[in-house]
């Protein structure tokens, strides 16, 4: 089992700043790739970005240019950067990695951002 543990969410106004946190651990070999989702209210849970072992990011369409995810595989940890935040942001985080085709996730972060 890979456990996840996510950090920094919080509230904050329109056009700010946050910067979330994620570190797993146990049986951490092997897990590839890093990721973030978010999941608004009433909404389904969707990929916001994600980072190979390899360096290679993907973005959705919503936060490219607002958002930057950076990962360290030899920690084991992963990190979103989020800018230019609208209330359109505000959704619950998780952290997500896959290890030998099997899905791990933490348990979330709110991340509140106010008009």
């Known amino acids: 089992q890979v456990q996840l543990v996510e950090s920094g969410g919080g509230l904050v106004q329109a056009g700010g700043s946050l910067r979330l946190s994620c570190a797993a651990s146990?049986?951490?070999?092997?897990?590839?790739?890093m990721a973030w989702y978010r999941q608004a209210p009433g909404e389904q849970r969707n990929v916001v970005a994600n980072?190979?072992?390899?360096?290679?990011?993907n973005y959705a369409d919503s936060v490219k240019g607002r958002f930057t995810i950076s990962g360290d595989y030899a920690k084991n940890t992963v990190s979103l950067q989020m800018d230019s935040l609208t209330p359109e942001d505000t959704a619950v985080y998780y952290c997500?990695?896959?290890?030998?085709?099997?899905?791990?996730w933490g348990k979330g972060t709110l991340v509140t951002v106010s008009s």
């Open positions: 980072i190979t072992a390899g360096g290679t990011t």
């Open positions: 146990r049986n951490t070999f092997g897990i590839t790739p």
């Open positions: 997500h990695v896959v290890r030998y085709g099997v899905n791990y």
